[in-house]
């Protein structure tokens, strides 16, 4: 694509449904909004800060298994495939398979329109014989993209173990989607966060400098930017834990005293303690997360991991 082609506006295509889930997500019990409305432009700017800070391993460990690997990935998938990316954020870990893999087309998805015009323009400016093609939406309804051709390899891409965001049924099936995309001959590379120690989890969600905490409570502040709601900052703290018995990360908005609130002029009533339910993040085993692939259509074909099994790289082709 050409410098003056890379301004083409994205494929708009779905509403991302962010009042209907704010209601009915502050109506149910227990309460909870789902974590894709964390990625307004100041929660996407707030989410590549987090990735900077020295206790959140995942990007760093991931981003040194691509560069490692990037041979080996071209090696299985060839030259010239479709590269479809699901909820491409910044479009930086990419660029550490471009110049390997040399696709004929990158496909970057994500929820956020702006910040995903300005990471797709920025890309094809450094890359101006790629031909990127940005779509907006939301990436967990069914994903129905531009026409590729058929006789065409399609390989998807999804780091940052953003899978672990998903319920493990609600994975299977989102993994089932992204099979259905790649379709015959087609693959997925997927980065898997590892289960670990406690306290280096812990660690990666309250980091020192209080970055995450801004990202979960920046949810707060697009509610009353965008939902005429008149939340109370300061009346919610941030509580990340890790929850052993299911093996996962969760994120939560605690309210630290009595309150009431308007969300376009629907009232709720919160008590001190009453917690808003924002992000799980489940961690795998490299067996549990291949036999999930596997329910999902897909066969294991290679895996990467760092020396210290912090995270995994895991290459699956479509069966």
Aim: net charge negative; aromatic share 10%; proline share 5%.
């Amino acid at each position: 694509m050409t410098e003056a082609a890379a301004t083409t506006r994205p494929v708009y295509l779905a509403d991302t449904g962010f009042y209907q889930d704010v209601i009915q997500g502050l109506s149910n019990t227990p309460r909870s909004i789902p974590p894709k409305y964390f990625y307004d432009e100041e929660g996407s700017r707030l989410f590549e800060a987090i990735c900077e800070q020295p206790e959140y391993y995942p990007t760093r460990t991931e981003m040194a298994l691509l560069e490692r690997h990037a041979g080996d990935i071209a090696g299985l998938t060839g030259s010239g495939c479709f590269l479809i990316e699901p909820g491409s954020g910044n479009c930086e870990k990419v660029r550490l398979l471009l110049d390997t893999l040399h696709p004929d087309t990158y496909i970057p998805i994500d929820i956020s329109r702006k910040h995903l015009q300005t990471a797709a323009d920025k890309l094809a400016k450094s890359y101006p014989w790629l031909s990127v093609c940005p779509v907006c939406t939301d990436i967990t309804d069914t994903l129905e993209l531009p026409s590729i051709p058929a006789d065409t390899k399609r390989l998807l891409f999804y780091p940052g173990s953003s899978i672990g965001n998903f319920d493990p049924e609600e994975a299977r099936i989102f993994l089932a989607n992204l099979a259905r995309i790649a379709g015959d001959g087609g693959a997925l590379l997927i980065g898997v966060d590892l289960q670990k120690n406690t306290q280096r989890l812990h660690a990666a969600y309250n980091d020192a400098n209080g970055i995450t905490a801004a990202f979960n409570i920046n949810l707060l502040h697009r509610i009353n930017r965008e939902l005429d709601a008149d939340l109370d900052i300061d009346a919610f703290d941030h509580r990340a834990f890790y929850n052993n018995e299911e093996n996962r990360i969760e994120m939560h908005l605690v309210s630290n005293s009595r309150q009431t609130f308007h969300v376009d002029g629907h009232r709720f009533e919160l008590e001190a303690g009453d917690h808003i339910h924002t992000e799980n993040s489940y961690k795998y085993t490299l067996g549990q997360f291949q036999e999930l692939a596997t329910a999902a259509g897909f066969s294991a074909c290679r895996v990467w991991t760092d020396a210290d099994l912090l995270f995994s790289l895991h290459y699956l082709e479509v069966r």
